[in-house]
């Protein structure tokens, strides 16, 4: 009976990391229409890749609006960019409807961001639910930003598995509350201070070996986590560790955020936002694991034991396949 728990829930845990293979697999796409005069309009659409091919998903503009270039399209490593420009004549684009056709049958989501020639800006967040925007005459300052980059920094989060296993082998270590409580409060310090410092330019590294010391960090815990005896630093200052890491996984925050972008009129704003963004998912997430912790304990001290085990066995061997992929990716 034991071994057909043990042999059960090691082929879900291998049947869910099956489908995680790519810890930050883009899926949201970005249209940038940035006004030039009256009539002209230059279009950057940037889609994710999916089985090497970009989503079909596609802006539809105004049907007075015709190609004034020929686009231009460049394929980067988890993206396609498409950029042209079109001419909308007297007419204008303010005012008009853009639509999006194929979105409905995906969940990528679109971050649209219309900037008009006088540098003005807003963005929006489209989905399947919403996959329309209309063209404003005037532009508030902030509204947009408030929102759009909250949702942002939630979706990152929860969206960033690399992210969600390093917390979760956090509170695998850190059993008391107070341990946690410090502990989530020295990650949360930690990638707050990189991601501004990252983001305004003082502290630059590459997203390479970023993303490459993420994966490190997922797996050094993973291995305490199976270890029958943990190093003093663990036992004693679990803090510190997820305080040293999160500087790591700050950095990672930054990098998806300059990918996305950030408004130059809103920018303090729009960090803000991100980042209290990143820790609402954090909350929802560390609160999500603790109540299944606590329902997992009614099982019983020894399988919640040989579960952690298969757990941390699993997370290792994706966070090593991350590791050796990503130190690959750099040459």
Excluded at 96 to 105: D, P
Aim: with cysteine; aromatic share 10%.
């Amino acid at each position: 009976m034991l071994m057909k728990l043990n042999t059960g829930i090691l082929l879900v845990l291998l049947t869910l990391f099956s489908h995680i293979s790519e810890a930050h697999q883009t899926r949201l796409a970005y249209l940038d229409i940035k006004a030039l005069d009256s009539e002209r309009i230059l279009i950057n659409w940037t889609r994710p890749l999916s089985d090497g091919q970009a989503l079909s998903i596609h802006p539809v503009f105004p049907v007075h609006c015709y190609g004034d270039s020929m686009p231009q399209s460049y394929q980067l490593s988890d993206v396609v960019l498409d950029r042209w420009e079109i001419n909308c004549g007297s007419q204008g684009i303010t005012g008009e409807v853009i639509v999006f056709t194929g979105l409905s049958n995906t969940l990528t989501s679109v971050l649209l961001k219309y900037q008009t020639s006088n540098g003005a800006a807003q963005q929006k967040m489209l989905n399947a639910n919403d996959a329309t925007f209309m063209v404003p005459q005037e532009i508030t300052p902030g509204t947009s930003v408030v929102w759009d980059y909250l949702r942002l920094g939630v979706q990152h989060i929860l969206g960033g598995i690399d992210h969600l296993l390093f917390i979760l082998c956090l509170l695998l270590i850190t059993h008391r509350f107070w341990n946690v409580l410090k502990t989530v409060t020295a990650f949360t310090l930690a990638h707050s201070l990189t991601l501004g410092l990252a983001v305004l330019g003082y502290v630059q590294v590459p997203p390479a070996f970023v993303e490459a010391a993420i994966a490190l960090s997922i797996l050094v815990l993973a291995a305490e986590l199976v270890r029958a005896r943990r190093s003093d630093i663990v036992l004693r200052s679990p803090w510190f560790v997820a305080f040293s890491f999160g500087l790591l996984h700050g950095l990672g925050f930054a990098g998806a955020l300059t990918e996305i972008g950030l408004p130059a009129t809103d920018l303090p704003l729009a960090l803000l936002m991100f980042n209290i963004g990143v820790e609402i998912g954090q909350m929802l997430f560390i609160g999500a694991a603790l109540l299944a912790f606590r329902v997992l304990h009614t099982m019983g001290g020894p399988r919640l034991a040989q579960l952690r085990h298969l757990g941390a066995y699993c997370t290792g061997t994706v966070a090593a396949f991350w590791l050796i992929e990503r130190v690959i990716g750099f040459y």
